[in-house]
């Protein structure tokens, strides 16, 4: 898929306030500082579009960026980040589980997880979550390029290991890095085929 056009239409901390006409909703979702934004301006080839940040946790919004004007990326807010506080953290937390339970035009759910790191606790539990509620998702793995090909092919191998503990079979696998525009293709190519279907 071509991205001809994509612009930031609305921020959000209330899924009712969503934009309404039904477009499809492709999501993205991980702990702060997993590369989100740096995946979504260069899924968009879009520097500026979603706001990096070298400060962990800064995007704490449902954000709608609009898509050839026929579907949402939509870049929820960052979780796991240790110095919002209890309270903070439950606010994002209920903040994107009425999203993910409660929008109807949310087609499917990315989860970033950065391929350098150990499976964490927190992504697990989520993933779990996610199967539990029966939520359409795939796996995107960050920051590729941090890694040389044999670490990285071992990190991964360890991360679905792991999630084949629990799991009978894994959801689609991406492998991305901004910095080299690596998965680029591959992530807009799955979208656009689930959006023709
Ligand atoms: P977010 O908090 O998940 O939105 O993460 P950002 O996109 O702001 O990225 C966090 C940090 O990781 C920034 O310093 C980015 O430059 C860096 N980063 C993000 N993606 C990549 C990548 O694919 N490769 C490399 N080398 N660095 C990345």
């Not at 520097?47 to 704490?60: D, E, I, N, R, V």
């Not at 990326?73 to 903070?88: F, I, M, N, S, T």
Request: hydrophobic share 35%; with cysteine; glycine share 6%.
């Amino acid at each position: 898929m071509e991205i001809k056009s994509a612009r930031f239409i609305i921020s959000n901390t209330d899924v009712t306030k969503c934009p309404s006409g039904n477009l499809p909703e492709y999501a993205f979702i991980g702990r702060s500082n997993v590369g989100k934004s740096s995946l979504i301006n260069m899924l968009t080839n879009k520097k500026g579009l979603a706001m990096t940040s070298s400060m962990p946790g800064k995007t704490q919004l449902i954000n709608h960026f609009l898509i050839n004007d026929a579907w949402y990326l939509v870049d929820l807010p960052g979780y796991g980040y240790a110095q919002r506080g209890k309270e903070g953290r439950e606010k994002i937390r209920s903040i994107i589980e009425s999203y993910i339970l409660n929008r109807y035009e949310m087609t499917c759910l990315f989860v970033l997880i950065d391929c350098r790191h150990e499976p964490q606790k927190i992504d697990v539990e989520f993933l779990e979550w996610l199967g539990e509620n029966e939520i359409p998702f795939c796996i995107v793995f960050t920051k590729a390029d941090k890694l040389g090909p044999v670490r990285f092919k071992e990190n991964v191998e360890a991360y679905k290991k792991r999630l084949l503990e629990d799991w009978e079979k894994l959801p689609p696998v991406f492998y991305t890095s901004s910095e080299k525009k690596q998965g680029r293709t591959e992530l807009l190519d799955y979208i656009g085929s689930i959006n023709d279907s």
